[in-house]
């Protein structure tokens, strides 16, 4: 029997928490509720690194020199080790993630890290048909200062997959909730798309879903078959800035993208 898929939230002086997705997804029509925002500033500043489980040394002063400004940190492959989760607790309102597979000790899957709580938690997993591992996805939801709600998606997705048809099948629920919900949208991670058929089914998504790619203009992403792996897509916000901060911290290079809330691009 396949296992009930939840997120565990981690919360400064309280106990882990397990939220299981909701009953009722984002766009069903029931108002949420007003949170405290995600950012009170002109600017939302965002990380997105594959952490690399915290296998090589230094991956802690790298999130301390770049993520403790941010307002949101969104890793993938964070494994819950006592180190990590004391960065989140401390410098963080909390942190959301959901274990995609257990390592011996701590679980492994995306996490999401925020300088306000969730007023929407929604965890997904896909199993990786080949591997029999799982990846993971995030979709959380935050208040924003001009009343709106931000949507952020946090995505591992599959790698070793024939064809895409599993692929496509990750970015079905997320796109579901991504379509219904009329605010801005941050939707970033590792997306696996080293071939053709993969950058181009990412791209369909994409578009289908109103989403547009940030671009970087020093772009040292981690790459494979020429292709790079990590992306930051967004909606109804504007670019202020976009980096890739060169790290051997990881196997992949931490993308940081500096958003005006509220400021969409012009189209």
Not at 1 to 21: C, D, H, L, N, S
Not at 112 to 140: F, G, Q
């Amino acid at each position: 029997m396949r296992r009930k898929t939840y997120a565990m939230r981690y919360v400064a002086g309280q106990p882990a928490e397990r939220i299981f997705p909701p009953g009722a997804m984002l766009h069903v029509g029931k108002a949420l509720p007003p949170g405290t925002p995600l950012t009170t500033e002109s600017t939302l500043r965002v990380l997105v690194w594959n952490i690399f489980k915290q296998q090589r040394a230094d991956w802690l002063s790298v999130l301390q020199n770049f993520g403790k400004d941010a307002h949101l940190v969104l890793l993938q492959e964070a494994q819950t080790t006592p180190e990590l989760v004391r960065f989140a607790t401390s410098n963080y309102l909390a942190a959301d993630q959901v274990p995609a597979f257990a390592l011996p000790q701590h679980p492994s899957g995306v996490m999401t890290l925020a300088s306000a709580h969730p007023v929407y938690c929604c965890p997904l997993r896909e199993r990786e048909p080949l591997l029999r591992l799982s990846k993971s996805a995030l979709v959380t939801a935050y208040a924003l200062p001009n009343d709106q709600m931000l949507m952020v998606v946090n995505i591992h997705a599959v790698n070793f997959s024939l064809g895409i048809d599993v692929y496509s099948k990750q970015l079905g629920p997320i796109g579901e909730q991504i379509i219904h919900h009329r605010g801005p949208v941050i939707m970033a991670g590792d997306f696996n798309a080293w071939s053709r058929q993969r950058i181009n089914a990412l791209y369909t998504f994409a578009r289908d879903m109103g989403l547009e790619e940030v671009s970087f203009t020093d772009d040292h992403r981690r790459k494979a078959f020429g292709r790079p792996l990590d992306f930051v897509f967004y909606r109804g916000l504007g670019v202020a800035e976009a980096s890739v901060l060169v790290t051997r911290a990881s196997d992949h290079n931490p993308l940081l993208v500096e958003f005006h809330p509220g400021k969409p691009a012009l189209l």
